[in-house]
């Protein structure tokens, strides 16, 4: 292996010349990015959209890194993959030959179908460009609707109302988040917003007019309080993202709501990676992986397809997670929420961690808020196939590190 270029400086494709280097690879090194060094994207609906992040502590590295580790930057679009040959055309014009190219091109925000949404002046959140953009558009006497309340538009929410923005929080679920955190937290987390000044409503969204001073955003149904149509001048669409794959569907790489890969981030081309956001693992058994968009998986495919590249035996697989911060406190999440009996610990009268039991007994996932080390054990535990005895979970009393030793026949 002479050469790699990686397409993308996400953290997924940052991890990836990290982790080459820490494993010893000695081969020429190019990664390409548009907008130039590598930052990270958690901060930007959090403490680097409400000011109290410095903006050099984005970066995911400084800016002498690179050279020291004899990483080329290259400040460029990638516009055409020929995957058998390992090579890619940049919009500039230059072709740059490889041994392996690894594609990091991460996600779009995804728009809603409705009249007015597609709108330019519509806000999204994806880059450090559109962060500055929003934060200009926050603070004292100004008005925004965030349409979704998921991680990222709760996250906005949060960080717009500390800045004195009057904020109008949008979806048509009354409880968002229950796939990723269970029914319990996230109605506990939900209900957060209106005890700091975040007004929710639920209902679709039907349509988006410019007025003179901004936006009319009109309800597909009333909401529970009889609101029908909502007036800001700024409105942000925080409704998820589609992945990137516009470079791997005209090369002929197989996908399907994601580049199909292996555990070692392969894909069907022999010379071809996928990590990030596009990457959707086929397992074994020929079946299909749920897709991750998290911090934690993205760097955890980088990190494989680093040790896939070389030959080196890949990083043991790890259970799902991640986290959030809004309204002051921090929720971290691990496996799956979704299905299983869940149960619940409280502490001071309120749901501290939840989690969720499948039928045979073993924990499937945990989410909690300021959960310490819980998710940290409860994780282990997860991974281990641990069988739990529901009543310990639920007792604030047992330690959650004591449960997550491994004990004969693979229980707690």
Not at 75 to 89: K, N
Not at 204 to 228: H, K, M, N, V
Not at 367 to 381: H, L, S, T, V
Request: hydrophobic share 45%; charged share 20%; aromatic share 4%.
């Amino acid at each position: 292996m002479r050469d790699v270029v990686i397409v993308g400086g996400g953290v997924s494709g940052f991890t990836t010349a990290q982790e080459l280097r820490r494993l010893g690879y000695t081969g020429r090194l190019r990664m390409v990015e548009p907008q130039g060094r590598p930052y990270d994207r958690p901060p930007l609906s959090k403490n680097y959209l409400d000011a109290t992040l410095p903006p050099e502590e984005l970066f995911l590295a400084s800016e002498g890194w690179f050279a020291e580790h004899s990483v080329d930057l290259v400040v460029d679009r990638v516009v055409a993959l020929d995957a058998a040959a390992g090579r890619v055309t940049l919009q500039s014009g230059t072709r740059l030959d490889a041994d392996a190219v690894v594609l990091a091109t991460g996600g779009n925000p995804r728009t809603l179908p409705i009249p007015g949404g597609d709108d330019e002046g519509l806000l999204f959140l994806r880059a450090k460009a559109d962060a500055d953009l929003l934060r200009g558009r926050c603070g004292s006497g100004r008005t925004l609707v965030v349409v979704g309340a998921g991680l990222i538009g709760a996250e906005v929410a949060s960080s717009a109302s500390k800045l004195g923005t009057e904020v109008t929080l949008i979806d048509p679920v009354a409880v968002p988040g229950v796939p990723a955190l269970g029914a319990t937290i996230a109605a506990e987390l939900h209900a957060m917003h209106g005890r700091h000044g975040v007004r929710t409503l639920t209902a679709p969204t039907a349509s988006l007019e410019r007025t003179t001073g901004g936006w009319l955003l009109r309800l597909g149904q009333p909401a529970a309080d009889g609101t029908e149509a909502v007036e800001a001048d700024a409105v942000l669409m925080a409704v998820g993202i589609t992945p990137e794959l516009s470079l791997a569907a005209a090369a002929g790489l197989k996908i399907d709501n994601g580049v199909l890969v292996d555990a070692g981030q392969r894909s069907s081309s022999p010379a071809v990676y996928a990590v990030g956001d596009i990457a959707r693992h086929r397992l074994p058994d020929g079946t299909l992986a749920h897709r991750h968009e998290h911090w934690d998986s993205a760097m955890h495919a980088g990190q494989a397809a680093a040790a896939s590249i070389l030959g080196h035996d890949l990083p043991a697989p790890a259970a799902p997670w991640f986290w959030t911060d809004r309204h002051g406190v921090h929720v971290e999440a691990a496996g799956s929420m979704l299905g299983g009996r869940e149960v619940v610990r409280h502490q001071d009268g309120r749901p501290w961690i939840a989690f969720a039991l499948g039928d045979d007994g073993r924990l499937l996932g945990a989410a909690g808020i300021d959960p310490g080390q819980g998710i940290r054990a409860a994780r282990r535990m997860i991974e281990q196939g641990a069988v739990v005895d529901p009543a310990q979970l639920a007792d604030p009393a047992v330690d959650l590190k004591r449960l997550a030793r491994p004990a004969r026949g693979g229980t707690a």
